[in-house]
């Protein structure tokens, strides 16, 4: 949480008059990935996590007390992070240039400890990562087409 916090009041700062669409299509982009993710995938597609499934259990080596309930594919916190990290990076590179790229740092390793913990399997964060960049790119391709200043979009290397 304290992340976050620190997110939006960065955005604030740097943005000033857009930050509030900012914020809406940064929570937009997260709830289209999470209902993406489980109405179109999990429910659909019904593939158990590997620590769920009898045939891949003994494969699996088992960190957490409990195996985590639904289906495995695709991972919707791989989905959610590379979303908000591609949001991030489309809209405000503009701003913090070469260091923006830490931003994948914090999915990357949320989606290497879903594998970790044994909760999906490698396709499962490897789809969710591509889905939430899809997702992110749109949403920073919005705002930065209807809310940015021109400016700052030519820096960004978005049009």
Known sequence: MPWYLFLFALVIFNLRK???????LFL???????MTGTRVFKHVIERLRPCSDPAFLPNVRMILKECAGGFSFISNHAANH??????????????????????????????YGQV???????????AGGL???LFGF?????????????????RAGIS
């Open 18 to 24: 857009n930050w509030w669409w900012w914020v809406i």
């Open 28 to 34: 937009c982009t997260v709830a289209l990935t999470d």
């Open 82 to 111: 590379f979303g908000m990290a591609a949001f991030l990076f489309f809209t405000l590179r503009s701003y913090f240039n070469k260091k923006i790229f830490i931003v994948w740092l914090w999915p990357l390793a949320v989606s």
């Open 116 to 126: 970790y913990v044994g909760v999906h399997y490698p396709s499962d964060v490897l």
């Open 131 to 133: 889905l939430g960049l």
């Open 138 to 154: 749109l949403t920073a391709s919005v705002f930065n087409k209807r809310f940015a200043r021109k400016d700052e979009v030519v």
